[in-house]
């Protein structure tokens, strides 16, 4: 009997490649799924609550596990309706809950090891309900990093989704990758088992029991269609072009931001040693005043490019150079 990390590794590989699977019905003969399924939930708090008969996590033995096989060996293993108990919501109405028995609980988590490790690989990136290592904070953060030249985008809200799921649909949508028409009565019978409510047994005509452990899995398996439908329909169809254009504000200040300063103020490095040494006040008064900052003289302009402006005019009057110059260009009235 193979370990059940090798199980699950192979449907994993199986997944990922997108390859059908046969005979999944078999591997509920593993005990070592039970075992595994056995530590995942044993510890939720809900494994002591009863279902509709008394029994609960408490004196949980191999021998258990062992009746549930044969049962299932000979397509003989039937689940229970869930007892049906109501919570409050926010909004002042009741949420049904459906608990089922510990059997139906344990068996309940192994189809659900087996779905999560062949379905996981092929559901979208975008996806983040009831998925392992996902949920709401894991959304935000993709929204916040990824949607940030978002132009448009559905909000929808599923009302009562666990309530509503299509049997007939769900059952194809899984017999589309799963060939094993075994496991596929065996999941349609859990959907149909019904519910008891005031110890009134009530048929489950739609819907998947809200509170099963098999539930949040095979709403993902449902609504994965709906993900495909948007990725390769709706998204080609309203996106236009590869990149949002940019706004015309938006690029107003950028080209301003971009442009160079004026020359006045451009030193050049080499030619004048006094340029790093002018203060800004220094700065704003050439640009007000467009002279010079010694002698108030207007300087020489330069519309070509550093390679073509004037030269300095050489002077044999230290003096000379005592003209706060911020360029290249010369201040006549200091020459002699």
């Known amino acids: 009997m193979q370990s059940a990390e090798t199980v699950l590794d192979v449907l994993r590989e199986r997944g990922r490649r997108g390859l059908p699977l ?11 799924l039970y075992l595994l399924a056995y530590g995942r939930i044993y510890s939720n708090k809900g494994a002591m609550t009863p279902g509709p008969d008394a029994e609960t996590a408490d004196g949980m033995t191999m021998a258990k596990i062992e009746r549930i096989i044969d049962a299932l060996r000979h397509e003989r293993y039937r689940f229970r309706p869930v007892r049906r108990h109501y919570i409050p919501k926010k909004d002042g ?22 779905f999560e490790a062949y379905y996981e690989p092929q559901f979208s990136e975008h996806s983040h309900g009831y998925r392992p290592g996902r949920g709401c904070h894991t959304a935000l953060r993709e929204v916040a990093r990824t949607w940030t030249g978002t132009s448009w985008f559905i909000e929808g809200d599923l009302a009562q989704c ?15 990758k799963i060939h094993d028409n075994r496991l596929l009565r065996l999941v349609g019978q859990m959907l149909q088992a019904g519910y008891l409510e005031d110890w009134v047994w009530n048929a489950t005509l739609s819907g998947a029991p809200q509170g099963g452990v098999l539930s949040p899995c095979l709403s993902n398996i449902y609504l994965d269609r709906l993900d495909k439908f948007v990725e390769t329909t709706l998204l080609p169809g309203y996106n236009r072009g ?6 015309p504000e938006y690029q107003r200040v950028q080209y301003a931001l971009a ?42 302009s330069c519309s070509g490019s550093p390679d073509r402006r004037p ?11 005592s003209c706060k110059r911020i360029s290249s260009w010369s201040c006549p009235r200091k020459r002699r």
């Open 242 to 247: 590869g990149l949002r254009r940019h706004n």
């Open 259 to 300: 442009k160079p300063a004026p020359a006045a103020i451009m030193p050049r490095s080499g030619r004048c040693k006094s340029s790093n040494a002018v203060s800004p006040a220094t700065i704003s008064t050439i640009l007000a005043t467009g002279g010079c900052a010694t002698c108030d003289t207007p300087m020489t």
């Open 22 to 32: 046969d005979e999944l019905y078999r591997q509920l003969f593993n005990p070592q």
């Open 162 to 176: 666990f309530d509503r799921l299509d049997h007939q649909v769900t059952l194809a949508t899984l017999g589309g």
């Open 311 to 321: 030269k300095p005019r050489r002077s044999n009057v230290a003096s000379a150079s």
């Open 93 to 114: 109405k009741q949420r049904p809950l459906g608990l089922p028995s510990w059997s139906d609980k344990l068996l309940g988590e192994v189809i659900r090891l087996l």
